[in-house]
């Protein structure tokens, strides 16, 4: 089995008798977006999440690949910040993503 995890989308493939087969996603895409959205009640992965770009921008985590490993006060970071629809706040020079789960605040790490 071999995983890509993009930073704007993800795929499964499964080696078979020396073929490389992509698995479809639940919408039957070979793609998912590497995406994560909270809905206030839920958390929502991949097509999913994407669809809630429009209604619910704040609580939608796409492109955030790009972070991990790196300070907040990377210039490419805050570069970045300034695309992104949902918050994304300092812990020390930790990078937080910030959410509305549940009726609460969240902090969560990249």
């Excluded at 087969?21 to 639940?26: L, P, Q, R, T, Y």
Aim: proline share 5%; glycine share 10%; aromatic share 8%.
């Amino acid at each position: 089995i071999g995983i890509d995890l993009g930073t704007s989308f993800s795929c499964v493939g499964v080696l078979q008798n020396g073929i490389i087969e992509i698995i479809a996603n639940d919408y039957g895409g070979r793609t998912t977006p590497s995406c994560v959205a909270f809905d206030g009640q839920e958390r929502l992965i991949g097509e999913a999440a994407s669809m809630q770009g429009a209604m619910n921008p704040k609580n939608v985590l796409c492109e955030i690949k790009r972070l991990i490993g790196r300070s907040f006060h990377d210039p490419s970071v805050q570069k970045d910040i300034k695309r992104f629809a949902f918050d994304v706040v300092p812990e020390g020079e930790k990078i937080k993503l910030k959410v509305d789960y549940h009726g609460q605040i969240n902090l969560f790490s990249p």
